[in-house]
């Protein structure tokens, strides 16, 4: 039975760390700022498990026009409210050399009993992520494109990695966000589901037995959202430029109505075992753009840059249908090697090499990533 076209809105959030801009370090927001950043976005804005993150959003869009008023506005009216109080906020996964133990969890019911259930792993949690929610409107839809979007999941990471150090230390990842991901329940790549019915029933075990009270606890790189009718993409490290969130923003919508458009076809992506496609997951949050991915049909590694030519040239025509051409080719451009993650370690190499300390340097990488944060362009 053909499946009408779905919506194709879609929206992005982002969890941003906050620093002190005298000390560059993890700082907890103040109460006053937390009430005016409610104040001037409303339900668009939410404080995050610690004190030093927050999380905003755009409302739901079609056009990549909008997504992009919404998100530098966004960015600029946090930066400006962050700055009354002498902090900035940074689009990174990770604070170059913060420490999260030094910062307390948010004072809410939520995450206290998010604390007590995740033990010695939640005082780790200083990571920050980018989401991206697709509106597919028809269920057993949405969990067919996970099915296939598996796949693509590592080309989405490769492109966001903003997380190379963790606690002062160059961790040779080009997103050690994952890693700590890794040590939550739930997370990872899903397995293949059959039928909605077949999700909920994993989720009303968990549910009934008392382990979590809802499937927003399930954590997995993409998931049904548990609040709204889309297929919400999680496995992505927040991005430093506006600009290279869209673009992956982009990306990913034009994946899902390609997904869906051979499937108009009679067609579907080939789905590969968890255990080959989490080998790519590892591959791109260790190389990133400069490394390779596995092409499962062919069975060879190929260089990131050239797979990435393909998947453009497969979602062409989806991305002229969503009017969003310009956005997925600056995916070229992040990928030759201009990641966060890539300035990150460019800039601190570059201060080292001037004879600046090792945590003179990491001061340097907070400050780039201050300013890209609050670019508008």
Known sequence: MAVAEPSFTFGIEEEYHLVDIATRNL?????ELMSA????????????????QIEVGTRPVTRIADARDELIRLRSTVSRLAAEHGLAPIAAATHPFGSAASVSPTDKT??????????????????CGM????????????????????????????????????EGEDTGLKSYRLSMMRELPR??????????????????????AGVIEDASKIWWDIRPSSRYPTLEMRITDVCTRAADALAIAALYVCICRMLWRMRRQNLSWRTYPVFLLEENRWRAQRYGASGELFDFGKGQLIPFA????????????????????AEIMHTRTIASGDTSADRQLARFASATACGKAHSAALVEVVDGLIEETRLTS
């Open 110 to 127: 939520r995450y206290h009993n998010l604390a007590n259930d995740l033990a010695g792993i939640a005082r780790r949690l200083a990571i």
């Open 306 to 325: 050239a797979l990435l030519d393909e998947l453009l040239a497969l979602v062409a025509e989806d991305a002229d249908a969503l009017g969003c051409s």
């Open 27 to 31: 700082a907890p927001a103040p109460p």
């Open 187 to 208: 997370t990872g790549l899903p397995g293949r589901l059959s039928s909605w019915d077949e999700y909920a029933g994993v989720v009303d075990v968990l549910v009934g």
């Open 37 to 52: 950043c409610e104040a001037a976005l409303g339900s668009q804005f939410s404080p995050e498990f610690l004190r030093s």
């Open 131 to 166: 989401h991206v929610h697709v509106g597919i409107e028809n269920r057993e839809l949405r969990i067919d494109v996970m099915n296939q979007m598996r796949y693509f999941l590592p080309h989405l990471l490769v492109l966001s990695t903003s997380s190379p150090f963790w």
